[in-house]
Each structure stands twice: as structure tokens, then as C-alpha cells.
């Protein structure tokens, strides 16, 4: 198992609470484990949110559940799948010291509203960040009325911590093209926002190049079965489900991302997810950002999925902005700057760059990376005017950042220290306290106003965090 230091670091590269990050860790384990299993892993067939980031891109959607579809109703019984999980949990704590607790382990086979067979399924965890209290859980859901109109494929499982297998975790999941159409179909029919997020990121990515005609034919598959009507632009718009789809939005994604992209910039592209699903246009395809006459190492390309870069400025945050077409407050030379972030590229010296266009000004421009000392991510959209190319996808392959030992345990460098320094206020003296959350790495501080902003920080393993952001847990 890896260390607590390894979680922090990745919870500081994404700017998300460690917590999350250390469920992303063991549900890499939990898919090893099921994968790894005789029975299970010849027949069960991963599908969803979690199976679009962890086998195909990098959605930046951390999701909670393990969605399956199974050949027949033979083993969804309480009974066998206790059973399978607890030996399940034996091989996961003698490969990885992370301890899934039997007495948690619950399962409950029930008559879904679908008139079909179901089952549900919780297993709680203790894992590096050794959180006391109530076990967090991981659900899974089982299903077995569910048509499979292609064939399943064999896919690597995105596992960015150093304690990956040598041989890999692979995981019979559905093919792009049955994931699009699943999430177009369930978009139609419950109108949820993580469906709408996943649909609109599905489309975005052009690099996997989806055969369109087939993802349409399989969604109309996928709707007689159901026997719901083929979804349209206009049958979600329509729907009652579409205010209470624009009032959850922050609600039910919130959690899951670093920073919440507006809800009106995901809408506004479902018209275009229609007509080239039908037909009606063609994908525009755009070039790459100019090179402006630099020296670069063509060889060389960004990891498809997440990782920790151990620089000074999180560039898992940059890659985030640039997915959900979001601008960047750059801090660099000592000014700020707004910026459209779209390429990371290597010169041939070795050195990273950044290249983004200045938003106010349409100017491209390039930057160091090491010499960036701040980003934040901010919730103004911008319109590509050139090919995002920051998070490319391709075939799964281990992070070279990634070092693995003997003991599965690694050692994280700490991040370079900004030699930027901000002037203080003081608060006033009177009146009450409020305490603020660090939603990265989970300390509390004290203050005499409620605002949730927050400065680079050490955590409370004395470690830099650049968690921007907070929650207020407290009034005193």
C-alpha cells in the first residue's frame, strides 16, 4: 500500500480533498481484485462514469460507484457475492496491505423497477489515509437486464500510483462506442448531470474516433429494449427532469471536480452531439497551436491520463481546465495573466512548456513551466479556437514519474516553494470565528470572516498544499 504522502500529493496535483483521491486508489484495487477473480472476471462487464476514467480518458470526474453488467441472474445471490467479496478482500490486503473490512461487505439482490433482477452492493475500506470513524464505502451495482449489443473489450485500468502491478490491471469493460450509447440513453432517460458531463466529454474526444453510425445503431438497440422512445434534442428539453438536471448540477458534480464548470457551456453542446450523431454536420477539425519557431522534441507527447508531476505549480490543474474548456488565472514573471490553456510540449533541451492563448488578447504564447508560480482555475469558459491537445488519448501506459519498491511504499519529493508572498490582513478581534475546511488536504483554520479562499499552505504533515479553496465546517 502506498503512503499517506503519495495520496497528498495527487490530492494536491488535482485540487481535490484526499479522500477522493484515496477511493480512486483503492477502487484501482478493487477492479484487480475483481478482474483477477475465475468467475468474475470472464463474465463481468464494467461500464459507466468510473469505466470512461479509469479505461478510456481522463474525465477528471471522480466517480464513487462500480457499475457492472452481468451474463445471467446465476450469481447475483447475497450469499455467493459475501462470499466472492470476502475472498476478494483477502487477496487485495496480502498484495497491498489495504483492508477491506468483512463485517462491511453487503449485499442486497432486489426486482429494479424495470421488473428485472439487480443487486446492490457496499464494501468499506481503510486505506493510507487511515481516517478514523466511520469506513468510507465503495457501491457497486449489478445488473443483469441490460442488452450487450458489442462484443466487450479488454482494456488496461488507469492506475497512476506506485504501487501498480507489474503486468497491469485489465478489465473486460464495454467498448467506446456502448459506453457513448449507455450514456446517451441513460441521459434521455433519468437526465442526471454527471450523465450530461460524461456525454458532452465523450463527444469531445475526436483521438478514439467513434464510429458514429455505430454508436447511433446501438442506441437504438439500447432504446427498444428499454422501450423508451430514441432520444432527441428535443425530448430533453421538454422533459420536466430539465430544470431539476440544471438545479443539481452543482449539487450532485460539485464534489467530484475541482473546480464546477458552468452548466450553460455542457448544454449548449448537446445541440451539436445530435447533428453529428445524425449526420447533420461533421466534426470541424481544428489545428494545433502555432510552435512560434521553437526547437520542440516531436517525439515526445503528455500522458494520456493523470498523474503527479511533482512540480512546483500543479499541472494536473492546468490539464483540467484545458478538458472543461475553462480559462486559467497563470501567475508568471510576477504578473497574472487569463489564459486558454491548450498544449504542453518538451524542447529539446528537456524543459516543459506550456502553450496557451492570452484570452483578452488572442495572443499565443508559450511558458515555462518551471517557471509558472501559480494557476488557478477559474469558472469562465472559452470556445477552442485551436485543438486541445493537453489531455490526448491513447493506450494506458504507467506514469514515468511512477517508482516502485519492495515494499510498495514510495517517497514523494516536495513541491518547490513559490518564492511569491502575499501581504496579510488583519482581522478584527470581535465577534465570531469561522472555520474553514481545506478541501485538498484537510486542515482547519481559523477566521475572523467566512471566506473560503485560500493560500498556499503547509498541510498537516508540514508539506506545501496549494488547495485554493474551502468549505465552511464551523461557527464559533
Known amino acids: 500500500m502506498i503512503d499517506k504522502r503519495e495520496i497528498l500529493e495527487f490530492s494536491r496535483e488535482f485540487g481535490l480533498n484526499a479522500n477522493v483521491v484515496e477511493k480512486d486508489y483503492v477502487i484501482g484495487w478493487v477492479l484487480w481484485g475483481i478482474s483477477s477473480h475465475p468467475d468474475l472476471g470472464s463474465s463481468w462487464v464494467f461500464k459507466g462514469g468510473t469505466c470512461l476514467k479509469k479505461c478510456y480518458f481522463e474525465t477528471y470526474r471522480f466517480s464513487e460507484d462500480l457499475d457492472f453488467t452481468l451474463p445471467g441472474t446465476d450469481s447475483l445471490d447475497e450469499k455467493f457475492l459475501s462470499g466472492v467479496f470476502n475472498g476478494i478482500a483477502d487477496s487485495v490486503y496480502e498484495t497491498t496491505g489495504i483492508e477491506i473490512h468483512k463485517e462491511t461487505i453487503r449485499f442486497e439482490v432486489y426486482e429494479n423497477p424495470r ?15 487511515q481516517k478514523r470513524g466511520d469506513l468510507p464505502r465503495i457501491k457497486l ?4 437486464d441490460e442488452v450487450l449489443v458489442l462484443d466487450p473489450q479488454l482494456r488496461e485500468v488507469h492506475h497512476p500510483y506506485s504501487d501498480r502491478p507489474e503486468k497491469g490491471i485489465r478489465v473486460r469493460c464495454y467498448s467506446f462506442e456502448e459506453v457513448f450509447a ?22 469531445r474526444h475526436d483521438e478514439l474516433r467513434p464510429d458514429r453510425v455505430l454508436v447511433l445503431t446501438t442506441l437504438e438497440k439500447k432504446c427498444l429494449f428499454k422501450g423508451v422512445t430514441l432520444p432527441s434534442l428535443a425530448t430533453l ?9 440544471e438545479n443539481e448540477w452543482e449539487n450532485m458534480l460539485a464534489h467530484q471536480l475541482p473546480v464546477l464548470p458552468p ?30 519557431g521553437l526547437s520542440l522534441d516531436d517525439t515526445w507527447q503528455p ?11 500543479p499541472l494536473e490543474i492546468i490539464r483540467f481546465a484545458a478538458a472543461n474548456r475553462l480559462c486559467v488565472d497563470l501567475a508568471y514573471h510576477g504578473t497574472n495573466r487569463l489564459i486558454e490553456p491548450y ?8 524543459n516543459l512548456l506550456l502553450f496557451a492563448i492570452r484570452h483578452e488578447t488572442g495572443e499565443v504564447r508559450s511558458y515555462r513551466v518551471d517557471r509558472i508560480q501559480g494557476a488557478e482555475v477559474k469558472g469562465e469558459p472559452f470556445v477552442p479556437r485551436y485543438a486541445i491537445e493537453l489531455t490526448p488519448t491513447g493506450p494506458i501506459a504507467a506514469p514515468p514519474t511512477a517508482r516502485r519498491s519492495n515494499s510498495h511504499r514510495t517517497s514523494v519529493s516536495r513541491p518547490i516553494r513559490s518564492s511569491r508572498s502575499r501581504p496579510r490582513t488583519r482581522a478584527p478581534r470581535s465577534g465570531p470565528t469561522y472555520v474553514i475546511e481545506c478541501s485538498v488536504c484537510g486542515k482547519k483554520f481559523r477566521r475572523k470572516t467566512n471566506k473560503t479562499r485560500l493560500n498556499p499552505h503547509k498541510d498537516k504533515n508540514g508539506y506545501k498544499c496549494y488547495g485554493r479553496s474551502g468549505y465552511l465546517v464551523d461557527v464559533q
Open 303 to 313: 500522458p494520456n491520463m493523470a498523474q503527479a508531476w511533482h512540480t512546483g505549480v
Open 115 to 129: 421488473g428485472g433482477i439487480s443487486a446492490q452492493g457496499k464494501i468499506g475500506y481503510r486505506g493510507p489515509m
Open 141 to 144: 451495482d449489478l445488473t443483469t
Open 343 to 350: 498544449s504542453l510540449r518538451r524542447t529539446r533541451e528537456g
Open 263 to 292: 452548466f450553460e457551456q455542457f448544454w449548449q453542446e448537446i445541440p451539436l452531439v445530435f447533428e453529428w450523431l445524425h449526420g447533420v454536420r461533421e466534426k470541424t477539425e481544428q489545428s494545433s497551436v502555432p510552435r512560434m
Open 237 to 245: 428539453e421538454n422533459r420536466p427532469e430539465r430544470i431539476e438536471l
Open 182 to 203: 449507455e450514456k446517451m440513453r441513460a441521459l434521455a432517460e433519468r437526465e442526471r448531470p454527471r450523465d450530461l458531463y460524461d456525454v458532452i466529454h465523450l463527444y
